[in-house]
Structures are given as structure tokens and as C-alpha cells.
């Protein structure tokens, strides 16, 4: 079974496209693992500030996570 992308190649075939789907998969990957590991799924606070709040406390200890790995390289 091949696989289709609904992307034609008049966008695919740039250097760009696959430099931005590069930068898109680092992104998506900070974004999962707060809604999985740090909890912001579903949030439990009200108003904007708080969410807000929680949101970079959370990008904050994904920072850290990543740091050790970071340093190695």
C-alpha cells in the first residue's frame, strides 16, 4: 500500500518544505509531550493568566528535560 500526501509536488519539491517539516516535527514533539507528561491535556485552572501560567511553567520543565541531552551534543 503506498502512501499519498496531499501535498503535490509543486510545494514538496523546495528545500524549504523540508526544512519547515524538520522545524514542525521539534515544535510538535515540545507541544506532546506537555499535553502528555506535563499535563496540559486538559487544564484545571480558570482565566487566561493562570492557564497561562501553567503553560510556561510546564514548556519551562520541558526546557529542563531536554537540557541534559542538549549539553551531550
Do not use: C
Not at 21 to 33: N, P, T, V, Y
Not at 46 to 68: C, D, Y
Amino acid at each position: 500500500k503506498s502512501r499519498h500526501s496531499a501535498i503535490d509536488g509543486r510545494t514538496t519539491r523546495h528545500e524549504s518544505h523540508a526544512l519547515s517539516q524538520k522545524h514542525r516535527k521539534r515544535i510538535e514533539e515540545a507541544f506532546g509531550w506537555a499535553k502528555t507528561v506535563g499535563g496540559m491535556a486538559q487544564t484545571v485552572y480558570r482565566r487566561i493568566e493562570r492557564v497561562r501560567s501553567r503553560f510556561i511553567l510546564t514548556m519551562v520543565a520541558n526546557n529542563l528535560a531536554r537540557l541534559p541531552r542538549l549539553l551531550a551534543a
